[in-house]
């Protein structure tokens, strides 16, 4: 069993100690520190005026091994603690059993990594997994992120890892975020608004269903489990080598964890074609994780991807995201709810795209027929989706756009709000810039009432892209929601007196009341459960002293659609 309470880094020493520890793996590069003293950290919370303190004793996070105790190094200076490849690398996951802590540092300190940060020991076998007891999520090893701390990266090469078995529990709090960024945004102060690719990214590895493995029985039903003779050890993106992690189970109720007011940054790296680093991968992390309060901004791939697993993830922002902000495969089932996309001016993807089935293009129709019956494709619910999207042709993942969705994913979508409007198209004439597409058995399935769409609003100049095996998408699209084809020159949607023909939001992103919305002239027909279309209302604003890029004062730039 692991420690689940949160220890001081004094208590956590003492406790360490008598525990012991395993062997030692160093990994000898990078492993000096490093004087980070220039630069302004610009991610933590404001100390109100108070003088600064300089704590007395070392406030960087430490541990005992076999080797003895091992801490970061503290800079009294800068008040940042920087952690040797000594202490935690892609050579060297942390494996104790203690909880790993990381405070919130006096003086706006940041925790800087000269390598990768690895939680927990990765595993290709079960027979090795088994072997060390890592059966489910709180078996391995833990980290706990104090409200308020900020940690730093170096480079594209490193990354946040969490493993199977092993949790994190980051549990930052309105007015004090945790975020993870990079040292040239958090301690040198260089980094632009709208840079990414300047450290590697997250990946959370979890025993949650993947349909890239073998399984006997229904997801639906709850009798799935791995075939007989089958293992369930799937490769995720990120380096080879010591660098390679795994995921994949058959519980999607697995426990990886708490993200709570969350922030990654600047995040991205191309490891190799077809395998790059997003800001957050969910990789089949089961129902057991809480994720509320989750951002990812200026992110190289997705925002956040799901591959397989159940985790519910609520009140989440992708903002400048250059791929796609929302990502989905490989049978993911949770529900995101209340998320609020804003693609940048100049690029940005999809806001959503969405697969059922993992290499879907690589199995026979039986086989996809199989997966269908036995509920292994993905069947994600997605409530209260505000997405404004780029005008721009010029993105390097491809074109803004909507919804794609395809490869045997049925999903459920209601009160959301979709649009071009704010901008004018960089390429019209074309169907680049669409709000929704369905593709393959997605498009039977919307036929067949298994993919629904209802109580929503779709206002584009391209308001669908492609068939539904022959039916018009538009006249399905029209059946239970609102659309408006808006002129390629764009067609400001906030509530002003400049267009009088649309009117869906207020202060930029903030969506009005439904009463006071404007389609095509006229009144917004649809009728949202939760009396809310779109993500987020002035009236209960859930991004204001956390999220980072929307509101005067904690942001690098302003939003490319609100007058200033």
């Known amino acids: 069993m692991k420690i689940q309470t949160l220890l001081s880094v004094t208590a956590l020493s003492a406790a360490l100690a008598a525990c012991g520890g395993g062997d030692v793996i160093i990994d000898a590069q990078n492993n000096s520190p490093v004087d980070n003293s220039i630069g302004d950290n ?9 003088t600064p303190t300089t704590p007395t004793t070392n406030p960087c996070a430490s541990y005992t091994d076999a080797s003895g105790e091992i801490q970061g190094d503290y800079n009294a200076a800068t008040g940042d603690c920087t952690y040797r490849t000594n202490f935690v690398s892609l050579n060297k996951p942390y494996v104790g059993e203690g909880e790993l802590f990381l405070a919130d540092l006096p003086n706006d300190g940041v925790h800087i990594f000269n390598g990768s940060l690895v939680i927990g020991q990765n595993y290709d076998n079960d027979a090795d997994r088994i072997a060390a007891g890592i059966m489910q999520g709180g078996d391995g090893s833990v980290l706990r992120i104090e409200a308020g701390a900020t940690l730093a990266f170096r480079s594209a090469d490193d990354y946040f890892v969490i493993n199977r078995g092993s949790q994190v529990f980051a549990e930052g709090e309105a007015g004090a975020p945790i975020t993870v960024t990079s040292v040239s945004d958090a301690v040198d102060g260089t980094v632009d608004p709208e840079a990414d690719g300047e450290w590697g990214g997250m990946i959370i590895n979890g025993f949650g269903v993947t349909n890239k493995c ?15 003779g089958e293992e369930c050890n799937v490769e995720a993106e990120g380096k080879a080598g010591a660098g390679q992690t795994h995921y ?41 994780t809480l994720v509320d309060y989750l951002q990812a901004y200026s992110t190289l791939d997705d925002g956040i991807e799901m591959f397989g697993g159940a985790v519910n993830i609520s009140h989440y922002i992708g903002m400048y995201v250059r791929d796609d902000s929302i990502d989905i495969d490989e049978g993911y089932r949770g529900t995101i709810s209340h998320a609020l996309v804003i693609q940048s001016e100049n690029y940005g993807n999809q806001c959503v795209e969405s697969d059922g089935i993992g290499s879907h293009d690589k199995k026979d129709q039986a086989t996809i027929t199989d997966f269908i019956t036995r509920g292994l494709h993905s069947q994600a619910k997605i409530n209260n989706l505000t997405c ?8 390097t993942r491809g074109e803004g756009a909507g919804i794609r969705i395809r490869e045997a994913h ?27 597409r369905i593709e393959h058995e997605s498009g039977q399935a919307a036929l067949d009432d298994k993919l629904k769409i209802e109580d929503s609003v779709f206002a584009c100049t391209v308001l669908t892209k492609g068939d539904l095996n022959g039916s018009s998408t538009l006249d399905w699209l029209n059946l239970e929601n609102d659309t408006m084809a808006t002129l390629t020159g764009g067609e400001n949607p906030a509530d002003d007196a400049t267009d009088v023909n649309i009117a869906l939001f207020t202060n930029g992103f903030y969506s009005l009341p439904v009463a006071d919305m404007v389609i095509n002239g006229g009144a917004v027909t649809a009728t949202p459960d939760n009396d809310l279309l779109g993500a987020v209302s002035m009236d209960d ?24």
Not at 266 to 282: D, K, M, P, R
Not at 414 to 422: C, F, P, R, V
Request: aromatic share 8%; proline share 3%; charged share 15%.
């Open 42 to 50: 610009s991610n933590n919370v404001d100390n109100g005026g108070e």
């Open 214 to 228: 073998e399984y006997t029985g229904s997801v639906d039903d709850g009798t799935i489990a791995i075939a007989p």
């Open 248 to 288: 994949g189970g058959d519980n999607n109720d697995d426990n990886s964890g708490v993200l709570n007011y969350f922030i990654v940054k600047h995040t991205g790296a191309q490891v190799a074609a077809g395998n790059e680093l997003n800001g957050i991968s969910f990789d089949a992390v089961g129902a057991g």
């Open 388 to 395: 404004i999207i780029s005008p721009s042709n010029q993105g």
């Open 410 to 436: 049925m999903p459920e979508i209601k009160n959301t709000i979709m649009t071009t409007a704010y901008g004018a198209e960089t390429n019209p004439g074309t169907e680049d810039h669409f709000c929704l």
């Open 541 to 564: 604003d859930w991004t204001a002293n956390w999220a980072y890029g929307l509101h005067e004062g904690n942001r690098g730039q302003a939003l490319w659609f609100v007058a200033e």
